[in-house]
């Protein structure tokens, strides 16, 4: 499987902007599709983002639709998640991930953590004044 490192969380006020990083290192990392989630205290790991190894599609939770953006680098096995107009809400933990490897790897899966097989340890992000 891969290995994911997440980076870039940090401390912003109500509407402001951050992006993090998904270093990806392993068996052809720009093969496999990569997700976010994030996790707020107390409650269950949400769906954020997923995008396909090609970057050609691209997919968001009802949430952050307009407000975050993702995109890769496959030259530097890189996935970013650009967010903007942040939220209280949108405070949590965030982790990238990666499907099992099979024939279907490439594509985004299922919008829940159980379809995903590598995982990031997770990186803090904080939105409060």
């Known amino acids: 499987q891969l290995q994911l490192v997440e980076s870039g969380g940090g401390s912003v006020q109500p509407g402001g902007s951050l992006r993090l990083s998904c270093a990806a290192s392993g068996p052809r990392p720009e093969h496999f599709a990569i997700g976010w989630f994030r996790q707020a205290p107390g409650k269950e790991r949400e769906w954020v983002s997923c995008?396909?190894?090609?970057?050609?599609?691209?997919d968001y939770a009802e949430s952050v639709e307009g407000r975050f953006t993702i995109s890769r680098d496959n030259a530097r096995k890189t996935v970013a998640l650009e967010m903007s107009s942040l939220k209280p809400e949108d405070t949590g933990i965030y982790y990238c991930a990666a499907p099992p490897a099979s024939w279907l790897q490439a594509n985004c899966p299922a919008r829940e953590a159980s379809a995903y097989a590598s995982w990031g340890r997770g990186t803090q992000v904080t939105v409060s004044s």
């Open positions: 995008i396909s190894a090609t970057g050609g599609t691209d």
